[in-house]
């Protein structure tokens, strides 16, 4: 079992930057893979980015390459989700998940493939 805590997310004009980060009280994320998905009323969770549990991996969705960055701390207690260049279609409830490194990772675009999930922090991006 573990815990999720984002945080971070908050209004940010077009065009700006923001952080977001996830971490794991107690805990490290050195046997999960872990991603970064978002929501908006009314549509399903959509992946964003992902970290493989060597950290040696990264993936993005095809939107956000280039402006946004996943990355974990060297204690690898923290994950941290850095936009750039923010678009009002950014705007959403964005959340972190994890999934046990040994159950594999191949579906790791899919909301249903993770086991363990934050509360989500908001972020919104005005025009």
């Known amino acids: 079992q573990v815990q999720l805590i984002e945080s971070g997310g908050g209004l940010v004009q077009a065009g700006g930057s923001l952080s977001v980060s996830c971490v794991a009280p107690?805990?490290?994320?050195?046997?999960?893979?872990m991603a970064w998905f978002r929501q908006t009323p009314g549509k399903e969770r959509e992946f964003v980015a992902g970290?493989?549990?060597?950290?040696?991996?990264?993936y993005y969705e095809d939107s956000v390459k280039g402006r946004f960055t996943a990355s974990q701390d060297n204690g690898r207690s923290t994950m941290y989700l850095k936009m750039t260049n923010l678009k009002p279609e950014d705007t959403a409830v964005y959340y972190c998940?994890?999934?046990?490194?040994?159950?594999?990772?191949?579906?790791?675009?899919?909301?249903?493939?993770?086991?363990?999930w934050g509360q989500g922090t908001q972020v919104t991006v005005s025009s």
């Open positions: 998940g994890a999934r046990e490194y040994r159950r594999g990772w191949n579906r790791y675009n899919n909301n249903d493939f993770y086991d363990y």
């Open positions: 970290i493989s549990w060597t950290g040696a991996n990264t």
């Open positions: 107690g805990g490290t994320f050195s046997r999960y893979n």
